[in-house]
């Protein structure tokens, strides 16, 4: 009686939703009688197959083999891939799209189990559900769990991309080659796409981003992708790819291919900058805190200065400037120690003081091919423990928010106040406290 309740009531909403407009033709309302429409179901079930990886993904007219491939079954490499995807995964269903409300009926659940793997396992009240006649439900039965198949024979085609991959030693001989032709693991690509759309829109990451914005706690962790690329699949009709493409409305991300470090370290990158501002802007969520700023200033800018708008303005400022002295951070943390030793590095002298500091500690140079290196490398010290430096890293970092100010044609901030802040921040991140204070006493 389940059965039959989830499929009837199925059947009923295609009809409401097709027949509706044409409530007084008998013919279109009898294509939705319970048998009618089970044995209409039965046939075209044949002209969709529920895959696991899709050619048309590859070439939209491609016309050889899609997969089916139980995850659970592949190889367990290190590498991530469809593998891990376990016993619980996603089926794609690839064909005829006018045929795949058969596939919407087929992974309706009962007691959590899609009624295609009843099916599948010749469920006996399942069989009563479908028809009276034994003999016809059987059919049935048989035509949709036929929903998965596995040919005998696969075939390419000429639009499905191939690869040549040498398993041989003679590049220049046909025989050490093996002829590939990747497939577009639509499961995992949906895997992946769920992942990423709950990191960019789940409530959970919302509030942990925030979180992370605001720098309180947050008891889950902050998940990021950056650098995302979507690739649309289908074009205005995604339907005609697959069903899981469908249903991802045709997007298909793609990651940014880059070495796990670079992802990290892309914003820090300060090598060959004439200054490490050019690379500071790109941090974290720098422009974004700019923006708002900007946007807080021109939101009050014929108002009265009250405390409340000074309050809010140095607390907008500071945010930015703790994101400056974090910047630091990371570029430090990039960078092995003497760096700047190089002389490919452009960075004023202030900035390289504050982004290397541990190079006041290896040895000065004493090479011929370096005869200026002993030099630097004395000066650096120097003017690293006298930290004027300071002063003028806070200096530039003033001039640089004043001057993002000024593009957008808004008043300009106290530059002394600006740079206090930034100075203290500078300070505490780069330098140890003692240190610190034999500054401070002008011991140093």
Not at 26 to 42: C, I, M
Not at 153 to 179: E, I, P
């Amino acid at each position: 009686m389940r059965f039959r309740a989830v499929v009837a009531d199925f059947i009923e909403g295609r009809r409401e939703a097709k027949v509706k407009g044409t409530e007084g033709n008998a013919d279109a309302a009898a294509k939705y009688e319970y048998a009618a429409w089970l044995g209409d179901a039965a046939r075209r079930v044949r002209q969709i197959e529920a895959v696991t990886h899709v050619l048309k993904a590859t070439h939209p007219d491609a016309r050889g083999s899609s997969l089916h491939i139980a995850p659970q079954s592949l190889p367990a490499h290190l590498e991530i891939g469809s593998h891990l995807l376990g016993e619980h995964f996603a089926e794609d269903v690839v064909g005829n799209a006018a045929a795949l409300d058969v596939y919407k009926l087929l992974k309706l659940e009962v007691d959590g189990k899609r009624l295609l793997d009843w099916m599948r396992d010749g469920d006996p009240d399942l069989r009563a559900a479908l028809a009276e006649d034994a003999e016809l439900a059987d059919a049935w039965m048989h035509a949709f769990a036929s929903l998965v198949r596995h040919e005998p024979t696969v075939s390419t085609h000429a639009l499905a991309k191939q690869v040549y991959w040498l398993v041989g030693v003679r590049a220049d001989h046909d025989g050490d080659y093996h002829l590939l032709q990747p497939m577009f693991a639509s499961s995992l690509a949906h895997a992946v796409h769920a992942d990423i759309q709950e990191a960019r829109f789940g409530e959970g990451n919302k509030a942990a981003r925030q979180a992370f914005r605001d720098k309180t706690n947050h008891a889950e962790p902050y998940r990021d992708y950056r650098n995302l690329i979507a690739r649309k699949l289908g074009g205005t009709k995604p339907q005609n790819v697959s069903q899981l493409n469908s249903e991802r409305g045709g997007v298909n991300y793609l990651l940014a291919s880059l070495p796990p470090a670079v992802w990290v370290e892309r914003a820090t990158r300060v090598h060959k900058q004439e200054s490490a501002l050019l690379s500071f802007q790109w941090f974290e969520d720098v422009k974004k805190r700019v923006r708002d700023l900007a946007e807080f200033l021109r939101s009050v800018q014929n108002q009265n200065s009250t405390a409340a708008i000074r309050d809010e303005r140095d607390r907008q400022v500071q945010a930015i400037a703790d994101q400056f002295a974090l910047f630091g951070a990371s570029v430090r943390a990039g960078y092995p120690a003497g760096w700047t030793r190089d002389q490919g590095a452009r960075l004023p002298w202030c900035e390289q003081l504050w982004l290397d500091p541990e190079r006041v500690d290896l040895p000065d140079r004493e090479t011929a091919d370096d005869p200026q290196g002993r030099a630097d490398d004395q000066a650096f010290r120097e003017d690293y423990h006298r930290g004027d430096w300071c002063d003028e890293v806070a200096t530039r970092f003033a001039q640089w928010l004043n001057q993002r100010l000024r593009e957008r044609e808004l008043p300009l901030l106290a530059e002394a106040e600006v740079r206090h802040w930034a100075r203290a921040l500078v300070l505490d991140v780069t330098w140890p406290v003692p240190l610190r204070r034999r500054a401070v006493r002008g011991d140093a």
